[in-house]
């Protein structure tokens, strides 16, 4: 048996399509199925597939619902300053190897989003 991939699921507290916006805007994501009451979104980019089980956010942040990874998180950050996100853990360099920040998405989901420092 292989897992082929693995969706995170986010029950929409306001409109599907505030959602899909603010993840689109925010991370670049094309719908690639919208069935009015399920959009699923992607990156042309492949992925591991992966689960993290936590008992802390680390640095003394929240456990976050989401880890996105991206290549720029400066931009990202700065995306997210630009339209009003509410900032839960601000950008850091982490000691193990990350530079991150913690956003709320409309839902209320905690996105830690994230580049490994190189």
Request: proline share 6%; with cysteine.
């Amino acid at each position: 048996m292989t897992v082929l991939r693995i969706v995170a699921n986010i029950a929409a507290t306001t409109t599907v399509p505030d959602i899909r916006n603010f993840y689109s805007e925010l991370f670049g994501l094309d719908p690639i199925m919208d069935l009015g009451w399920i959009v699923t979104l992607a990156s042309r980019e492949t992925a591991v597939p992966q689960i993290s089980i936590l008992s802390e956010g680390g640095s003394g942040a929240p456990v976050p619902d989401l880890s996105i990874e991206v290549d720029n998180v400066d931009e990202v950050y700065r995306r997210a300053r630009e339209i009003g996100c509410k900032v839960v853990h601000d950008l850091t360099d982490e000691p193990w190897g990350v530079r991150r920040f913690f956003i709320s998405d409309p839902t209320g989901k905690l996105i830690n989003v994230l580049s490994h420092l190189r």
